[in-house]
Nanobody, 127 residues
Framework: VQLQASGGGLVQAGGSLRLSCVVVGNTLDSLAIAWFRQAPGKEREGVSSVGSREGSTFYADSVKGRFTISRDNSKNTVYLQMNSLKPEDSAVYYC?????????????????????WGHGTLVTVSS
């Protein structure tokens, strides 16, 4: 399985970006997909995830109401729409996938459970 993330960039505070994660080698209904992010000097943190079968969605408290995760099974792509961006959202964003997690009832941000990772895409939010 390969994950191809894109969509990062430089945006002013209050602006929007949409990240995309194209999955190659498996189908979205077999994988739980999560977006993590890591800012300089900080630990990697879970941002949002979507479950494999039911497509349940989950968000970190810091992004609830501003970010929306969605998936297009026909394109094998997961999107992260990020609105009302803040400088503290600046980070490298990583798309990850797990064939072991289903994520039907709750999120699971333990990164070691995601066996597939894409290259990060940098998001910079200026104040």
């Amino acid at each position: 399985v390969q994950l191809q993330a894109s969509g990062g960039g430089l945006v002013q505070a209050g602006g929007s970006l949409r990240l995309s994660c194209v999955v190659v080698g498996n189908t979205l209904d077999s994988l739980a997909i999560a977006w993590f992010r890591q800012a300089p000097g900080k630990e990697r943190e879970g941002v949002s995830s979507v479950g494999s079968r039911e497509g349940s969605t989950f968000y970190a408290d810091s992004v609830k109401g501003r970010f929306t995760i969605s998936r297009d099974n026909s394109k094998n792509t997961v999107y992260l729409q990020m609105n009302s961006l803040k400088p503290e959202d600046s980070a490298v964003y990583y798309c990850s996938a797990s064939s072991r997690l289903r994520l039907s009832l709750r999120a699971d941000w333990r990164s070691f459970l995601y066996e597939y990772w894409g290259h990060g895409t940098l998001v910079t939010v200026s104040s």
